[in-house]
């Protein structure tokens, strides 16, 4: 089952690098983009981690509880 996890985080994970979030760190459940002020949304980044791929489409898999800061938080 962590291996499903995993292989739909990173699935998530190439999208947000191709639509410009650079990814600088993932743990568990969560991934961390650094980008400028005023580029992209929490609500497209949450979008694109809950565009899954074709073998898992229409799996109950929602991406929420994003957010915006200066630094990393727990």
Same mark, same amino acid.
């Given at each position: 089952?962590?291996?499903?996890? =995993?292989?739909?985080?990173w699935h998530g994970l190439r999208a947000l690098e191709t639509a410009g979030y650079p990814i600088v760190l993932h743990v568990y459940d969560e991934n961390v983009? @650094?980008?400028? @002020?005023? $580029?992209?949304?929490?609500? @497209? $980044?949450? =979008?694109?981690m809950g565009d899954l791929p074709e073998w898992c489409s229409g799996w109950p898999i929602k991406a929420n509880g994003g957010w915006r800061g200066k630094r990393y938080r727990k």
């Open positions: 089952m962590q291996a499903t996890a =995993r292989d739909i985080q983009a @650094e980008v400028p @002020e005023g $580029f992209g949304s929490v609500e @497209e $980044f949450e =979008r694109i």
